[in-house]
């Protein structure tokens, strides 16, 4: 069974970074996809980035530039390092785990999901 905790959330000012961390507990982590997924209030949770078993990274446009994913296989954790925070940032934030090792951004193919981090970006 594979658990996922996310931290790291906070309230910020705009331009801001913060980053949000997640814990994976269960076995075999370096064969997952991994990835963030993020819901505003009456939002549908979109795809922020994800990184495949490999560590191959993707972005969606939003993200591109300003956040950056990365795993570390050894302490089962995933990073989302975010800066120049917008308002627009402001969110739940998910971490997902994708078992085909993929690592995409469409959410029915992660099959393991934490209870997610508000960020909150103020003006």
């Known amino acids: 069974q594979v658990q996922l905790v996310e931290s790291g959330g906070g309230l910020v000012q705009a331009g801001a970074s913060l980053t949000l961390s997640c814990a994976f507990s269960?076995?075999?982590?370096?064969?997952?996809?991994m990835g963030w997924f993020r819901q505003a209030p009456g939002k549908e949770r979109e795809f922020v980035s994800a990184i495949s078993w490999g560590g191959q990274p993707r972005y969606s446009d939003s993200a591109k530039g300003r956040f950056t994913i990365s795993k570390d296989n050894a302490k089962k954790m995933v990073y989302l390092q975010m800066t120049s925070l917008e308002l627009s940032d402001t969110a739940v934030y998910y971490c997902?785990?994708?078992?085909?090792?993929?690592?995409?951004?469409?959410?029915?193919?992660?099959?393991?999901w934490g209870q997610g981090t508000q960020v909150t970006v103020s003006s």
């Open positions: 997902a785990a994708d078992l085909s090792g993929y690592g995409g951004g469409i959410k029915d193919r992660y099959r393991y």
């Open positions: 269960g076995r075999t982590f370096s064969t997952y996809g």
